[in-house]
């Protein structure tokens, strides 16, 4: 880890930039931009060599492809096979994929391996560090899919998507996702991929005629604790969420949020070590759903006794008039300690933390709108 | 044939405006762009075979969509940008 340097990794509307910090996380410098103009939802560096990069591009005209680097981000080049849904057969209403959403690097005994999560929904995999793409045939065709992930163009402003990609570290056969679209909801495989079953119980889905239905929530970020893998939290539309496996049933903690507030927002960042911690960006949920900080008075909000109580921090962070928006991708924390937290808003701004979100600064203005942030330990 | 390629696909053919292509049908041109210019077809051609929504397609001055379509040596094809967001 010392030899390590911590690179931020935005993706943005108009492109990616790389924030490489210095060894104490004080200053970042922009390296940038990469894909001047395509739209670029997330790169996610390879937790398992700390080397190769992967970018999920598309642009305003042309179709969706991922990008890799094994280079730590100084030479991309396009993957061979970019991830595709099968060919419809006859008398079928086919999928064509309108950009990759999410990517997630495999378990850590399966080198190579990454999945990718796409709008409309549907679940890659990649069994060559990223060059070629295969569907996930087990969710995309399921018998239910119908139901799951109707051909239907609701979802997010830009269109239903599958995120929220999670593989247990003790068994790469375990695996969750969650979708925000036509179905939507968590689902769970533990054979691989090959069968997979809702997960949604005690999840609220407000906009549905049954209020706790066995799928048509929107999860807005799902995440499980690497260390405690049984754990999983949940930011929704509908809540803050917990649930500890075995169990089945999510149980709301966003409850315990000021009530003025609420517990509405898109991401949700989970601390390294404890599972008990996590930190979460309130977005206003009243009325016609601003999404915007409470009263134009941003604030993270953070628990450390698994959603019981929470904490307001907004140290160095505008006191009014600042109406921000954070995407479910674009808040992340890094593995230090002192743990690291990282935000960047639909208005371009990065804002860091290095003291777990006790006060803020502003890493990096004036960029596109910023749909994903991700940390990245980087050896090169 | 001759074949115009849109501004955003010229990362694809070393910055060239147009190259030269054959092909019996649209599907078979695009088969030969890809083959000369690999990763080029998926970026204008889903994976349905539909030309993709902000992409446009003309051969001798006509709009296609069917990659069915017959192509004769001496066609000009024209694969262009149509008009996107901000």
Same mark, same amino acid.
């Given at each position: ?47 398992? /060599?700390?080397? +190769? ?5 598309? +642009? ?14 100084? +030479? ?92 247990? *570290? ?167 300690? *002192? ?5 960047? +808003? ?32 980087? /050896?090169? | ?25 649209? @599907? &078979? ?11 080029? @077809?998926?970026?204008?051609?889903? &994976? ?7 992409? @446009? ?18 066609? &000009? ?10």
């Amino acid at each position: 880890m010392a030899a390590a340097a911590l690179a931020l990794l935005v993706a943005t509307r108009k492109g990616a930039w790389i924030l490489r910090g210095d060894a104490d996380r004080r200053r970042f410098a922009l390296d940038g931009p990469h894909f001047l103009g395509h739209e670029l939802h997330h790169v996610v560096l390879d937790r398992r /060599d700390r080397r +190769t990069l992967l970018a999920a591009a598309k +642009t305003g005209h042309l179709g969706p492809t991922v990008f890799r680097s094994t280079d730590a981000g100084r +030479t991309w080049k396009e993957a061979s096979q970019p991830p595709a849904f099968r060919k419809a057969r006859d008398g079928e209403d086919g999928r064509a994929v309108d950009h990759v959403f999410w990517l997630e690097p495999g378990h850590a005994s399966e080198p190579g391996v990454w999945y990718a999560g796409s709008s409309p929904e549907g679940l890659f995999r990649s069994e060559n560090g990223g060059d070629a793409w295969e569907p996930v045939a087990g969710l995309n065709d399921h018998p239910r899919n119908a139901e799951w992930m109707p051909i239907l163009k609701v979802g997010t402003p830009d269109g239903p998507i599958l995120h929220s990609i999670q593989v247990d *570290p003790r068994d790469p056969r375990h695996l969750y996702v969650s979708m925000s679209g036509g179905g939507g909801g968590t689902w769970e495989s533990v054979d691989g991929g090959s069968d997979w079953r809702p997960l949604n119980g005690g999840h609220l889905a407000l906009f549905q005629p049954v209020p706790y239905p066995e799928y048509g929530q929107d999860p807005h970020c799902v995440r499980l604790h690497p260390l405690a893998p049984d754990v999983l939290w949940m930011q929704s539309h509908c809540g803050i969420y917990r649930l500890v496996r075995p169990a089945e049933t999510w149980e709301r903690v966003g409850d315990n949020m000021p009530r003025e507030i609420g517990d509405i927002g898109f991401p949700i960042v989970l601390h390294p070590r404890d599972p008990e911690t996590a930190w979460v960006f309130p977005m206003d949920g009243t009325d016609v759903w601003p999404r915007t900080s409470p009263g134009g008075r941003p604030a993270v909000y953070r628990t450390r006794d698994a959603g019981k109580s929470w904490q307001r921090l907004d140290g160095g962070l505008p006191r009014e008039q600042a109406w921000l928006t954070v995407r479910r991708q674009a808040m992340t924390g890094d593995a230090r300690d *002192p743990v690291g937290l990282y935000f960047g +808003t639909t208005a371009g701004e990065v804002w860091g933390s290095r003291d777990e979100g006790a006060s803020w600064s502003c890493l990096a203005r004036h960029l596109p709108q910023i749909h994903a942030v991700e940390t990245a330990e980087l /050896d090169a | 044939m001759k074949v115009w390629i849109a501004q955003p696909l010229r990362s694809y053919t070393q910055q060239k405006s147009h190259v030269e292509a054959a092909g019996a049908t649209l @599907r &078979e041109l695009l088969a030969d762009l890809e083959r000369q210019f690999p990763g080029i @077809r998926f970026r204008m051609i889903d &994976e349905q075979d539909r030309v993709r929504r902000h992409m @446009r397609v003309f051969a001798n001055g006509a709009p296609v969509e069917d990659l069915a379509t017959p192509l004769a040596p001496g066609d &000009e094809v024209h694969i262009l940008q149509a008009l996107t967001g901000g």
